[in-house]
């Protein structure tokens, strides 16, 4: 299997759920390993080019899998989730032919489905999304009991047209303590005809030892498993790349996960929002009675009114 993975270093696998780039899931009580590759296409429509594409389905399972195919429009809800949407003449999900539309992959085989790009009418300039679903055929078990759940992937496609504008606005960042789970808020617009998100690494620092917005760096090898955060910096990780749609304004959420004692701490980040730099210090304070801090016994003394000063003065010098 690991010479597999080599092959295909773009692979998204997936446990009987949804994925790809936009982090569809359902979670199954029986799982199948399958990985798509690769999780998202950009397409130049106008292009004779780029309209023929190919993706590679690969079953890691001990088990034969039958999968079916099929294309649906779509948008991002107020919860940020895909939302499938009645398709139009101008929907890219209408424009979209593929074979094969269902299909046995043995354990260990891959497949491909080869889809092409043909609108039917002249396309309006901007964004075209669809989602190519690939979704698991259930077998006849009559040994199996109780509710059957179906998993599928979801591979997302991007078709452009004409003059192409990202403008995103980051108009506030913020981090919640007050709910039950610990979460930044990144209050986005996006302003221009195509979809935008964020890309970095956040990190998150003890307040007494942070050594401001611009001493600090992207940690390296982040993205390797079991690799390990030197200290002091007490988390890190990447950048939800959930994507803002055009003329649309989201909250988006990084789910902080990590266990912090009480505390004065600053969200670091490291990023960007289609190509400008995020380089930014947000100060927070875990309270000694908050469910989401630890009972750890090393415990970051609270600053936060002197940490916040301290930002604001350093950012007026600038």
Same mark, same amino acid.
């Given at each position: 299997?690991?010479?597999?993975?080599?092959?295909?270093?773009?692979?998204?696998?997936?446990?009987?759920?949804?994925?790809?780039? /936009?982090?569809?899931?359902?979670?199954?009580?029986?799982?199948?390993?399958?990985?798509?590759?690769?999780?998202?296409?950009?397409?130049?429509?106008?292009?004779?080019?780029?309209?023929?594409?190919?993706?590679?389905?690969?079953?890691?399972?001990?088990?034969?899998?039958? /999968?079916?195919?099929?294309?649906?429009?779509?948008?991002?809800?107020?919860?940020?989730?895909?939302?499938?949407?009645?398709? *139009?003449?101008?929907? /890219?999900?209408?424009?979209?032919?593929?074979?094969?539309?269902?299909?046995?992959?043995?354990?260990?085989?891959?497949?491909?489905?080869?889809?092409?790009?043909?609108?039917?009418?002249?396309?309006?300039?901007?964004?075209?999304?669809?989602?190519?679903?690939?979704?698991?055929?259930?077998?006849?078990?009559? !040994? *199996?009991?109780?509710?059957?759940?179906?998993?599928?992937?979801?591979?997302?496609?991007?078709?452009?047209?004409?003059?192409?504008?990202?403008?995103?606005?980051?108009?506030?960042?913020?981090?919640?303590?007050?709910?039950?789970?610990?979460? $930044?808020?990144?209050?986005?617009?996006?302003?221009?005809?195509? !979809?935008?998100?964020?890309?970095?690494?956040?990190?998150?620092?003890? $307040?007494?030892?942070?050594?401001?917005?611009?001493?600090?760096?992207?940690?390296?090898?982040?993205?390797?498993?079991?690799?390990?955060?030197?200290?002091?910096? $007490?988390?890190?990780?990447?950048?939800?790349?959930?994507?803002?749609?055009?003329?649309?304004?989201?909250?988006?959420?990084?789910?902080?996960?990590?266990?912090?004692?009480?505390?004065?701490?600053? /969200?670091?980040?490291?990023?960007?929002?289609?190509?400008?730099?995020?380089?930014?210090?947000?100060?927070?304070?875990?309270?000694?009675?908050?469910?989401?801090?630890?009972?750890?016994?090393?415990?970051?003394?609270?600053?936060?009114?002197?940490?916040?000063?301290?930002?604001?003065?350093?950012?007026?010098?600038?």
């Amino acid at each position: 299997m690991k010479n597999l993975i080599q092959f295909f270093p773009k692979l998204s696998t997936i446990s009987l759920g949804i994925l790809g780039a /936009l982090a569809l899931s359902t979670m199954p009580a029986s799982a199948i390993n399958v990985g798509v590759s690769p999780p998202r296409f950009q397409i130049d429509i106008k292009s004779n080019k780029t309209r023929s594409q190919a993706i590679k389905v690969i079953n890691f399972d001990s088990k034969p899998v039958e /999968l079916k195919v099929y294309v649906r429009s779509w948008v991002m809800n107020e919860k940020n989730q895909i939302q499938p949407i009645p398709p *139009s003449e101008q929907s /890219l999900d209408q424009w979209i032919v593929y074979t094969p539309s269902r299909f046995i992959i043995p354990p260990g085989s891959s497949q491909t489905i080869r889809f092409a790009v043909r609108p039917r009418i002249q396309p309006q300039n901007g964004e075209h999304r669809a989602m190519i679903f690939i979704e698991e055929i259930p077998g006849n078990n009559p !040994s *199996s009991k109780g509710l059957q759940v179906i998993g599928k992937v979801g591979v997302a496609v991007y078709g452009y047209v004409g003059d192409i504008k990202r403008v995103g606005v980051l108009n506030a960042v913020n981090v919640d303590t007050k709910s039950n789970a610990l979460n $930044a808020i990144f209050d986005i617009s996006n302003q221009g005809n195509a !979809s935008i998100n964020l890309k970095g690494q956040y990190a998150i620092w003890p $307040a007494t030892k942070y050594p401001g917005a611009d001493a600090t760096k992207p940690v390296v090898n982040i993205e390797k498993p079991g690799s390990k955060i030197a200290e002091p910096v $007490a988390d890190a990780g990447f950048l939800p790349s959930v994507p803002v749609l055009p003329d649309n304004r989201r909250r988006v959420l990084l789910p902080i996960t990590k266990n912090l004692p009480p505390g004065d701490y600053v /969200l670091d980040i490291n990023g960007e929002l289609n190509g400008v730099a995020i380089n930014k210090g947000i100060p927070f304070t875990v309270p000694f009675n908050s469910p989401v801090a630890s009972n750890s016994r090393s415990r970051v003394q609270p600053n936060s009114t002197k940490l916040r000063d301290s930002l604001r003065n350093s950012q007026r010098r600038k």
